[in-house]
Structures are given as structure tokens and as C-alpha cells.
């Protein structure tokens, strides 16, 4: 890569060319004219995000470009089961004197979506640099205030292998999940919500991972290496891991989503951050683990899936495909359930390794069993008779 | 964090891939690469409780200057000769750069190298970051500038303007067709490797020369992540390399990628840098010189060469033409005053060019006059209505140009042009490299080799086709280039705004014949019409003049 040398710049002229210095058609335009808001004003999330992506069914007149060997090109609708209202609708074809036109924006209801995160550049990484800080700064002063010494021995081993093993789900999902999503989804909106999602995962594999580093300094017989045998052969942890290989399997983008992010996330994420480390670490003697599991339990309920919600609630009310689309999120609720239910059930043991015994298992089962009921009532789909096998 | 903790750090963080044991990760796309599975070193060694803090630091500063630039009343002193291609340019740049973004999942199962991954996925979200950060900066220009028209209906119109089309490949490239040749060679080891130092580098200096200082700020900003991007991209590169099966693959997508690029890139930046700036000092480089120093010294002798020992077959002879397009046969000037014949199919002003630019031109580039200089004087008599047409359909001795089928930039070289009937149509390419890129690379099988995951060349590439037959009025009003009162265009062919009648509007072009997709016509001819068209046509130019008669 080359760096910039520094040029001599000619001294400046004035040249009057500021808003609003002379009246003409269009002086005063100045919004972005090819999308309409969600809301009554465009919001500058909207503005750096919406029509990115083109679409060869409104404005993209010459079409995709470059196609995959089997000729598809760009964002294929068909990359999900679900459909948004218009999907079905031929992409408009070309010929000679055939004109550029499409349909009228939005072609097709994918493009309503909107992630009520708002997130883009400045959102993300300010939201980001604020947690890390705020997670080093935690461990910071629990470091100065040796916080860590009045561990007891089984908790250390808790903290090593559990919670260590937590590192390598948030990893998986990040990269070969969420990641892998952002090439997949049908507009710039879900993608970039998708992208965010993977690097909150990312970053909250890391935070636990760095945590780690910093036990491994301060607790003597800290063995910050546990964790991988914990994640390769612990049964208590096949469950979720198989689950978790699972869930990166998933072809359909929105499935791979959906499943992560209102099937898997409450019924075992939460679970095991809510209802097993941050109820347990506290009665330990532990009050700086809760923070980090913690942020990365912020991210999830108040971050991902509240962007999760919105675009799933968008389709299953959809004006042309609500009731094909609740077809099939039924299904997946059905099937991941009943994937996901005996690897929330195998981590049992865990809750009796503690010697300040967290609440009983089965009312943490009972907790994240409600609160899912909840997620899925919302989004107005089934609660699948899965859950209580 | 200190260099020793962030070494440890990064150490710590690998122990964060792991190998699945029940259910492989989902595998959506295919390459005719092969890797083998080694340890590896993640390049980046980037971790994300610095990279964040980092990130939102250079945030700081750019925001910091966008709000100075404003306070400052920096719009007061900024050259709209180098503003209106903004238009264009930052109409373009946002989704090549979300595109990068998209790209990077293509590597994952295809590069088996779990450290790798770690630093594709820092990369996607360094390419939400450029994506979104130039689609702001243009949203201020718009709310700042004298003239937001353009910038206001900017993403509209760069899908269904041809320079966006153009501009479109630098996006596409890296998202489709077989994984290591879009995500690997075309994006990372040429766009970003070679051409983001005069997209991100060159660029900016034009731009301060011209009076805006913010978009240096953006764009560097955007530059300091990139020399990671460089790393992933090295990193994939050498373990491709390693396999000996992948060498001819290599040599085909270095010869694809480094054409096309050349086609595209050089054809858009450099008429940014070369006509769309005031600055005229005869100290300040051209793009041909900024061209030899950064791709051709900084790119071609000292990242490519060396790889040759590596078994990496490099495209000597197309580097070396992309030279001589650049230097002998005006490439760049050819682009420009074909952008300028078609102002009125665009979405921004292109001021004429003046007795300073011409001097300019000709220390540069000595004959430039003589080639260029009469159809630019031309070009400023025509610029403002006075019962004549715009310069596309007076007589100036332009030949309109035919696409080129592959890179979708005319056939402006008129000398190099090719004809080829491919999948059963007549089409003309700009380059014999063009046409191999069409007729042999983009296919299912390379030099007797199966190439089953190699992409396709799709879509309505020639742009004039769609409009075959169109009024000019209607052509424009179909592209939505119109102005708030209905009728004013937003292109115009100068940079008058205060005069009502001096701005074109739609009953001008009313007036003109209809537009003609040389590429029907083409196929309409006889073969023995063909072979004389060719013939003449390639005996056309320099500046699109008609071939002389014998
Ligand atoms: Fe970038
Ligand atoms: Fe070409």
C-alpha cells in the first residue's frame, strides 16, 4: 500500500459554491429522493443504508452483472423459504427498446425492513468501544481491588471450563453463522444488522477468551486452557455444541437466523448466561464475571433480538405472505425446539457444581421457557408442544 | 494495550477456532481452487477489544472535520468543476465497498484455515464502516453544496446510469462467480492491493487541491484499514500457491482481474483526477505519473514481482499495455471526452475545459492539443442551448463508439477494437483482453481444464440496447435525471446555474433523433457489412474520429 505524500495545495479561491448561495430547479432538494421512509422523516440511519443494495426489480436496469456458474447473480430471493409481498413478481426483463423501467420502489416488501437498532458505522463502532471499555474497566478494578482472591476453588473451575466453553458458541454463530449471513440477505438492511450481529458475537467470544488471560495472571492454578477440553468432550456441553454446529449448517439464511436468534439464543444463551452464571457467580464470591456475561447478554435482548423480532414480525404480517410464511416459521419453531430443548436439558449438571448452588435448574428451565413463550406470542406464531418434551 | 500484551492477546484469541465434530459449517460456494489444510498465522493479529476503541478514535476525527468543514464554510472555496463528479463517484463507491463486505463468507470454506477467518471477518466490518461512512459524506455534500441535484437521487441513478454499470463490475467482481477468483484475486490481490491507492490516495490529494479538505479525511481514514485487507488477501494468496494445481487458475483470474480493473478504474478516477480538477500547476503530477509511481513501481515491481518465485505467473505484456493505453493511446483522455459527449445520459455538470486546461494538457501529455483539443473547443461552443443539439448529435467528427461487451466501456481505442460472435451474438469488445475475458476465461472450461464454479458474464450489458430506438427526452425521463420543475435536466455541459436559459431541459432533446444501440445495428448487418464496418471502425481516432477515406 502506498501512504500519501503530501501534495502542495494551490491557495483557495473563493468560488461561492455553499447551499443555498443562488436559486435554480433543485436548490433546494436536498433529501434523498429514491426511498420512502419508514417513519414520516428520513432518518440518517435510512440514509446511509436503504437502496445501497440495488435491486434489479426497481432501479437496477441493466441487471446483475456477474453470475455464479449457474447464471444467478446478486441477492437472490430464493435463498429463503420466506417470501415479502411482490417477491414473486418477475424481475423485469430487457430487450431492445424495452426502457429501463420496474416496478415503483419498493418493488417488494423485503425492502421495508428497517433495524430499529439503526445501526451503521458510527452506531456500531461507538456502541462496541463503549463495552470494551467498560468490560476492561471492570476487570480492571477487579484486579486492583483482588477481587479475584476470594474465589473459591470450584468456582475457579467453573470459570475455566464453563463458562470458558461459552467463548467458542458465540465464535461459531459469529463467523459461520451471522457472517456468513451478510452475503445472503435480500437488502442492505438485513445484511448490515446481520454483519453487526456477528461481530457482537465476535467480540463477545473475545471479551471471555481475554478474560480468561487475565484469570489465568491472577488466580493462581488458573488453568486458562480448560476450556477446550470442556468444549471437545464434556457431555454436559455435546448438546449445545452439536446444536450450535447445527445451527451453522442451516442453508436458508433466514432459518440460519431465526433459529440462532429466537430459538437458540433464549432457551440455551439465556439460560446458561442469565439463569446459571450471573445468579451463580454472585453467591461464589464472583461479581466480575456477571459483567461480562453480561454485556453480551445486553447485546442479545436489547440489540439483537430486537432487530431479529422486527424482521421476522414483518414477514409474518406480511399483505401477501403472512400465512405461507407462519407456515414455515411454525416449522422451524417446531424443529428447533425440539433440536434445542435436550441440549438446554444436558446442561443440568452444571447448576450442582457450584458450592453456592444457583436456583434449581428446573425454575431457571421454567424462566427462559416463559420468557421465549413470550418472544414467540409477540411475532403471533405457535408455541410448539416441542418445548415441554 | 502494550505490543506485549496485544501478542498475547492475539495469542489467547486463537484458541477460539475450533473444528466441528457433528455438522459442517453450510457450504454455498463453490471453487475450482484447492487448498490444503496447514497451521496459519492470522495475518491481522487484530483483536477487537483495541480494534473498537481504535475504530471509534478515527470516527472521532473524521466527524470532527465534517462538522469543521461546515462551520468553516468550506463549500465557499470548493471548485464545482471537481464537486459535480462526486456525483458520480460517490454515487458508485458505497456498494463496491459493502460489496467487500459481502465477500468475505466466500472465503470461509473455501480457505480451511480457521485463523484466516478471524481477519475476514474484522475485514466485513471495516467494509460496513467505508460503505456507510462515504454514503454520509455524500449526504452532507447534498445538504451543503450549491447544486444537490444528483447527489439527492444518487442511488437511483447509478443503478440505471451506464457509469454505474461500469462502475458496478468493481462490486459484482468480488461477490460472484467462483470464491477465490471474486473474493480473493479480483478483490483483494488487485482492487485493494493495486487500485485503492488511486482511489483512496490519489483521489483525496485532487480533491484538496480543489478546496474540499473533508473528503481527504474520509478517504484516508477509509485507506488505514485497507493495508490489513492487503495482509488477508497476501496471506490467501501464498497458501494458493502452495497447490501447483492452482497455477494456471491464478494466472487466468490475474490476467481477468488485473484488465478489468485497469479498464475500469483508470477510466473513471482517472478522468476525476485529470478533467475534473482546477488545479493546474504544472508541478502537480498527472495521473499517468501518479499511475507509474503507485501501480505500476509500488504495485507491479515490488508486491508482484517478487511473487514470481512463488510460481506465479504474471500478466507482464498486460501491465505493460495498460501502460501504453494509459501513456500512448490517451486512454484516460478518450474516457473523459466520451463522458462528455454523453453528458446528457448522466447525472451531473461537466465544466468545459479553458486555454489553462489546454496548456496543462499538452505539458502533460505533448500532442494532446492536437488529438483532443479542437473537440473540447467544440464542446464549449455547444455547452449552452442556442437552437443547436448537445455535442452527441452535432457534427463534430466524433464517431459514436460501440460497447465493449465485457468491461462495458466503449471501444474508445478504436484501433483495438474486437468483434466476436459469442453465445450466438455479435459483440464488440475494446481489448483483445476484453474478449478473452468474455470468450475463454468466463467459462466452464479453461484451456481444456473443467471450471465448473467459474461465474458468467450476465445481464443487459449494453446500456444504449434498452433505449434502442428511444427519443432522447424520453430516454432521460425514463433514468428520472430530471429536475424538481419536470423539465430541467440535472446534467448539463457547463456549470451555469444562475441563467435560466442557459440550462437544457427536456424539450431540447425533444428536438433530436432517436438513440441508436450500435450493438442492434451491428447485428443487423450483413457479414460483409460487418467486416467493413470493422474495418473502418478500427481505422478511426485518435478522439473518436471518423476513419479517413482512403
Ligand atoms: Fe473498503
Ligand atoms: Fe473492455
Not at chain 2, 483483536?47 to 472521532?60: A, G, T
Not at chain 2, 452532507?140 to 441513478?157: Q, T, V
Not at chain 2, 483508470?266 to 503507485?294: C, H, L, N, V
Not at chain 2, 495498460?322 to 490517451?330: D, E, H, L, R
Given at each position: 500500500m502506498t501512504t500519501a505524500t503530501e501534495r502542495s495545495v494551490p491557495k483557495p479561491v473563493f468560488t461561492d459554491a455553499e447551499a443555498g448561495a443562488k436559486e435554480f430547479p433543485d436548490s433546494s432538494a436536498r433529501r434523498f429522493n429514491y426511498y420512502v421512509p419508514q417513519k414520516r422523516k428520513q432518518t440518517h440511519y435510512e440514509d446511509v443504508t436503504v437502496e445501497v443494495q440495488p435491486d434489479p426489480r426497481h432501479y437496477l436496469a441493466q441487471g446483475w452483472l456477474y453470475g455464479f456458474a449457474d447464471g444467478r447473480g446478486g441477492y437472490p430471493l430464493e435463498w429463503t423459504a420466506l417470501k415479502a409481498w411482490g417477491s414473486n413478481r418477475p424481475v423485469p426483463s430487457r430487450s431492445p427498446g424495452s426502457g429501463g423501467q420496474?416496478?415503483?420502489?419498493?418493488?417488494?416488501?423485503?425492502?421495508?425492513?428497517?433495524?430499529?437498532?439503526?445501526?451503521?458505522?458510527?452506531?456500531?463502532?461507538?456502541?462496541?468501544?463503549?463495552?470494551?471499555?467498560?468490560?476492561?474497566?471492570?476487570?480492571?478494578?477487579?484486579?486492583?481491588?483482588?477481587?479475584?482472591?476470594?474465589?473459591?476453588?470450584?468456582?475457579?473451575?467453573?470459570?475455566?471450563?464453563?463458562?470458558?466453553?461459552?467463548?467458542?458458541?458465540?465464535?461459531?454463530?459469529?463467523?459461520?453463522?451471522?457472517?456468513?449471513?451478510?452475503?445472503?440477505?435480500?437488502?442492505?438492511?438485513?445484511?448490515?444488522?446481520?454483519?453487526?450481529?456477528?461481530?457482537?458475537?465476535?467480540?463477545?467470544?473475545?471479551?471471555?477468551?481475554?478474560?480468561?488471560?487475565?484469570?489465568?495472571?491472577?488466580?493462581?492454578?488458573?488453568?486458562?486452557?480448560?476450556?477446550?477440553?470442556?468444549?471437545?468432550?464434556?457431555?454436559?456441553?455435546?448438546?449445545?455444541?452439536?446444536?450450535?454446529?447445527?445451527?451453522?449448517?442451516?442453508d436458508d439464511w433466514a432459518e440460519a437466523v431465526f433459529a440462532a436468534n429466537i430459538v437458540f439464543q433464549p432457551l440455551v444463551g439465556e439460560l446458561f448466561r442469565s439463569q446459571l452464571v450471573m445468579q451463580a457467580a454472585p453467591r461464589n464470591g464472583d461479581f466480575v464475571t456477571p459483567t461480562i456475561v453480561g454485556a453480551e447478554e445486553f447485546d442479545f435482548s436489547e440489540r439483537d433480538l430486537r432487530y431479529t423480532a422486527a424482521m421476522f414480525d414483518l414477514l409474518a404480517n406480511d399483505r401477501e405472505f403472512a400465512e405461507h410464511n407462519n407456515r414455515i416459521l411454525n416449522g422451524w419453531l417446531a424443529n428447533w425446539v425440539g433440536l434445542t430443548m435436550p441440549a438446554a436439558r444436558a446442561l443440568q449438571p452444571l447448576w450442582s457444581q457450584p458450592d453456592s448452588k444457583p436456583i434449581r435448574f428446573e425454575d431457571a428451565l421454567d424462566r427462559v421457557k416463559s420468557r421465549f413463550a413470550g418472544i414467540v406470542e409477540d411475532l403471533g406464531l405457535e408455541l410448539p408442544k416441542e418445548l415441554d418434551r | 494495550m502494550s505490543r506485549q500484551s496485544v501478542a498475547r492477546a492475539h495469542q489467547k484469541i486463537q484458541e477460539l477456532s475450533w473444528e466441528p465434530m457433528y455438522h459442517q459449517p453450510v457450504s454455498q460456494y463453490?471453487?475450482?481452487?484447492?487448498?490444503?489444510?496447514?497451521?496459519?498465522?492470522?495475518?491481522?493479529?487484530?483483536?477487537?477489544?483495541?480494534?473498537?476503541?481504535?475504530?471509534?478514535?478515527?470516527?472521532?476525527?473524521?466527524?470532527?472535520?465534517?462538522?469543521?468543514?461546515?462551520?468553516?464554510?468550506?463549500?465557499?472555496?470548493?471548485?464545482?468543476?471537481?464537486?459535480?463528479?462526486?456525483?458520480?463517484?460517490?454515487?458508485?463507491?458505497?456498494?463496491?465497498?459493502?460489496?467487500?463486505?459481502?465477500?468475505?463468507?466466500?472465503?470461509?470454506?473455501?480457505?480451511?484455515?480457521?485463523?484466516?477467518?478471524?481477519?475476514?471477518?474484522?475485514?466485513?466490518?471495516?467494509?460496513?464502516?467505508?460503505?456507510?461512512?462515504?454514503?454520509?459524506?455524500?449526504?452532507?455534500?447534498?445538504?451543503?453544496?450549491?447544486?444537490?441535484?444528483?447527489?439527492?437521487?444518487?442511488?437511483?441513478?447509478?443503478?440505471?446510469?451506464?457509469?454505474?454499470?461500469?462502475?458496478?463490475?468493481?462490486?459484482?467482481?468480488?461477490?460472484?462467480?467462483?470464491?477465490?477468483?471474486?473474493?480473493?484475486?479480483?478483490?483483494?490481490?488487485?482492487?485493494?492491493?493495486?487500485?485503492?491507492?488511486?482511489?483512496?490516495?490519489?483521489?483525496?490529494?485532487?480533491?484538496?487541491?480543489?478546496?474540499?479538505?473533508?473528503?481527504?479525511?474520509?478517504?484516508?481514514?477509509?485507506?488505514?484499514?485497507?493495508?490489513?485487507?492487503?495482509?488477508?488477501?497476501?496471506?490467501?494468496?501464498?497458501?494458493?500457491?502452495?497447490?501447483?494445481?492452482?497455477?494456471?487458475?491464478?494466472?487466468?483470474?490475474?490476467?481477468?482481474?488485473?484488465?478489468?480493473?485497469?479498464?475500469?478504474?483508470?477510466?473513471?478516477?482517472?478522468?476525476?483526477?485529470?478533467?475534473?480538477?482546477?488545479?493546474?500547476?504544472?508541478?502537480?503530477?498527472?495521473?499517468?505519473?501518479?499511475?507509474?509511481?503507485?501501480?505500476?513501481?509500488?504495485?507491479?515491481?515490488?508486491?508482484?514481482?517478487?511473487?514470481?518465485?512463488?510460481?506465479?505467473?504474471?500478466?507482464?505484456?498486460?501491465?505493460?499495455?495498460?501502460?501504453?493505453?494509459?501513456?500512448?493511446?490517451?486512454?484516460?483522455?478518450?474516457?473523459?471526452?466520451?463522458?462528455?459527449?454523453?453528458?446528457?445520459?448522466?447525472?451531473?455538470?461537466?465544466?468545459?475545459?479553458?486555454?489553462?486546461?489546454?496548456?496543462?494538457?499538452?505539458?502533460?501529455?505533448?500532442?494532446?492539443?492536437?488529438?483532443?483539443?479542437?473537440?473540447?473547443?467544440?464542446?464549449?461552443?455547444?455547452?449552452?442551448p442556442n437552437g443547436h443539439h448537445p455535442i452527441v448529435a452535432e457534427d463534430v467528427d466524433y464517431q459514436y463508439p460501440h460497447r465493449c461487451w465485457t468491461c462495458m466501456v466503449p471501444c474508445l481505442v478504436r484501433e483495438d477494437m474486437v468483434m466476436a460472435q459469442v453465445d450466438g451474438q455479435w459483440r464488440t469488445y475494446c481489448h483483445e483482453a476484453c474478449r478473452w475475458t468474455d470468450a475463454e476465461a468466463f467459462r466452464p472450461t479453461f484451456q481444456g481444464r473443467n471450471t465448473p464454479n467459474m461465474g458468467q458474464l450476465i445481464g443487459a450489458r449494453e446500456w444504449e440496447t434498452l433505449y434502442h430506438g428511444w427519443n432522447w427526452a424520453d430516454v432521460v425521463k425514463d433514468m428520472g435525471f430530471v429536475r424538481d420543475d419536470g423539465r430541467t435536466m440535472v446534467a448539463q455541459p457547463h456549470l451555469h446555474l444562475d441563467d435560466p436559459k442557459k440550462m437544457w431541459t427536456l424539450d431540447h432533446l425533444r428536438r433530436m433523433g432517436p438513440l441508436q444501440s450500435p450493438n442492434v445495428l451491428l447485428n443487423q448487418m450483413t457479414d460483409e457489412e460487418r467486416a467493413a464496418f470493422h474495418a473502418s471502425y478500427v481505422r478511426g481516432g485518435p478522439a473518436g474520429r471518423f476513419a479517413r477515406s482512403e
Open positions: 420496474g416496478y415503483e420502489w419498493p418493488a417488494h416488501g423485503w425492502h421495508e425492513f428497517r433495524d430499529p437498532n439503526e445501526e451503521w458505522e458510527l452506531s456500531l463502532y461507538r456502541y462496541n468501544a463503549n463495552v470494551v471499555r467498560q468490560v476492561n474497566a471492570n476487570v480492571d478494578a477487579a484486579k486492583q481491588a483482588k477481587a479475584f482472591e476470594q474465589w473459591n476453588p470450584n468456582w475457579v473451575r467453573f470459570v475455566q471450563q464453563h463458562v470458558g466453553a461459552w467463548m467458542h458458541v458465540d465464535h461459531g454463530l459469529g463467523l459461520y453463522l451471522f457472517a456468513n449471513a451478510n452475503r445472503r440477505g435480500p437488502t442492505n438492511m438485513h445484511n448490515t444488522a446481520m454483519a453487526v450481529n456477528s461481530m457482537h458475537l465476535i467480540r463477545a467470544a473475545q471479551d471471555l477468551a481475554l478474560y480468561q488471560l487475565t484469570l489465568d495472571e491472577e488466580i493462581e492454578g488458573f488453568f486458562g486452557a480448560a476450556h477446550l477440553e470442556t468444549w471437545n468432550s464434556d457431555p454436559s456441553w455435546q448438546g449445545v455444541r452439536e446444536v450450535a454446529e447445527r445451527l451453522t449448517a442451516i | 463453490g471453487t475450482d481452487y484447492t487448498f490444503r489444510k496447514a497451521q496459519k498465522k492470522d495475518p491481522l493479529k487484530q483483536v477487537l477489544r483495541s480494534y473498537f476503541p481504535m475504530q471509534e478514535e478515527k470516527d472521532h476525527r473524521v466527524y470532527g472535520a465534517s462538522d469543521g468543514a461546515i462551520r468553516g464554510n468550506m463549500f465557499r472555496q470548493v471548485q464545482e468543476r471537481w464537486l459535480e463528479w462526486q456525483k458520480l463517484f460517490l454515487s458508485i463507491i458505497p456498494l463496491p465497498e459493502i460489496s467487500a463486505a459481502r465477500a468475505m463468507p466466500l472465503l470461509f470454506r473455501n480457505v480451511p484455515n480457521p485463523e484466516l477467518h478471524n481477519g475476514q471477518a474484522i475485514q466485513m466490518i471495516d467494509e460496513v464502516r467505508h460503505s456507510t461512512i462515504q454514503q454520509n459524506l455524500k449526504r452532507l455534500y447534498m445538504n451543503n453544496y450549491i447544486d444537490p441535484a444528483g447527489f439527492n437521487s444518487s442511488l437511483r441513478n447509478f443503478q440505471n446510469d451506464y457509469c454505474g454499470t461500469i462502475g458496478r463490475q468493481f462490486a459484482e467482481g468480488f461477490i460472484t462467480g467462483d470464491a477465490i477468483t471474486a473474493a480473493s484475486i479480483y478483490l483483494t490481490i488487485v482492487a485493494e492491493t493495486a487500485f485503492t491507492n488511486t482511489l483512496f490516495v490519489a483521489m483525496p490529494a485532487e480533491a484538496a487541491a480543489n478546496g474540499d479538505y473533508l473528503l481527504p479525511t474520509v478517504f484516508h481514514s477509509v485507506q488505514s484499514d485497507e493495508s490489513r485487507h492487503i495482509s488477508n488477501g497476501y496471506a490467501t494468496l501464498l497458501m494458493a500457491l502452495a497447490d501447483e494445481g492452482n497455477h494456471q487458475l491464478l494466472e487466468r483470474d490475474l490476467r481477468y482481474a488485473w484488465w478489468n480493473n485497469h479498464r475500469v478504474v483508470d477510466a473513471a478516477i482517472g478522468t476525476f483526477i485529470e478533467y475534473g480538477t482546477k488545479d493546474r500547476r504544472k508541478d502537480r503530477e498527472s495521473y499517468a505519473e501518479m499511475w507509474r509511481r503507485w501501480i505500476y513501481d509500488d504495485y507491479y515491481r515490488s508486491y508482484l514481482v517478487p511473487l514470481e518465485k512463488y510460481g506465479l505467473v504474471i500478466p507482464h505484456d498486460l501491465i505493460e499495455e495498460a501502460w501504453n493505453q494509459i501513456w500512448n493511446k490517451g486512454y484516460v483522455h478518450e474516457v473523459a471526452q466520451f463522458f462528455a459527449t454523453g453528458w446528457l445520459a448522466n447525472y451531473w455538470r461537466i465544466d468545459p475545459m479553458t486555454d489553462k486546461d489546454f496548456e496543462w494538457f499538452e505539458y502533460k501529455y505533448p500532442g494532446w492539443y492536437d488529438r483532443y483539443g479542437k473537440w473540447w473547443e467544440n464542446y464549449n461552443r455547444l455547452s449552452t
